[in-house]
């Protein structure tokens, strides 16, 4: 018994090194994740106010920009799925993966063949084991992305749009990360980025450029647009910004939605290691308290042995 109270021990002096591990990853992801929402919360308002800029762009006149421009028959997509980097986050990048996999079904039921482009290593360790050719991928910042690693990620995306088809270019550019909304809840999201779907306003807009009896509410006609040096000019140094801004929101998002997912990971895994300690600590008292008792019956009986035996010289 006692090589038994010996196993316990070792295995609970195991699983509380475990625990003090997963407690320290717990508290630095919760630490993470303040600055994270910080960054989500101040990126967001500049990509909402560039995406309005070039909507406004884009509807105030009547230039045709390969950006904005829908293809009349779409036949390639590019796909950027972000992931992490680590492990010990539960299912945050199976989620995202799984995301990506449904989104490519529904682009390859419309007839598009789908490009991939991954950020973290476990796409890249996903795409990688299952033979699947990736364009192009990025690793090393999932969980604290800077600006310049979007535009590293978003040069060739632009590129690859305003490259013809037929010369290996896509026709459109989706993004499927995983989006943070609380503490407790993330996401993962597939979104469309270009080309550019304008909503209800802005068409209203361009109607209103057309000549179209277009009015405000207050009785006032929508406004025209002038462009130095062109439209087509500002677009093109607009969209650029666009793409970054958009995949920047989306880096931090995923980012502040990984440390979310690692910390709830490691309190669980926290939990689970107390409830085991608890348990192996009642065994080991069991088995002790087994040794004990053993130790007094064989005292008990080695007595008695002594006490017949001397009744018998006797």
Known sequence: MGAQIRVYKRRIRSVSATKKITKAMEMIAASRIIKAQRQVAASSPY?????????AVATGSNTKHPLTTEAEHPTRAAVLVVTSDRGLAG???SN??????????????QGKSVESYVIGRKAVAYYSFRERPVVESWTGFSDSPQYSDAKAVA?????????DTAEGGVDELHIVFTEFVSMMTQNPVAKRLLPLTLDDAAGSA???EDGDDVQHKKGEALPLFEFEPSAE?????LLPRYVESRIYNALLQAAASEHAARRRAMKSATDNAEDLIKSLTRLANAARQADITQEISEIVGGASALADASAGSD
């Open 206 to 208: 361009a109607a209103g």
């Open 91 to 93: 299912g945050y990048s």
């Open 47 to 55: 990509a909402d106010e560039l995406t309005r800029a070039v909507t």
């Open 155 to 163: 040069a060739p995306l632009i590129e690859a749009l305003l490259t």
């Open 96 to 109: 995202a993966i799984k995301a990506a996999e449904r989104l490519g079904e529904q682009l390859s039921a």
């Open 233 to 237: 000019g500002v677009l093109d140094a």
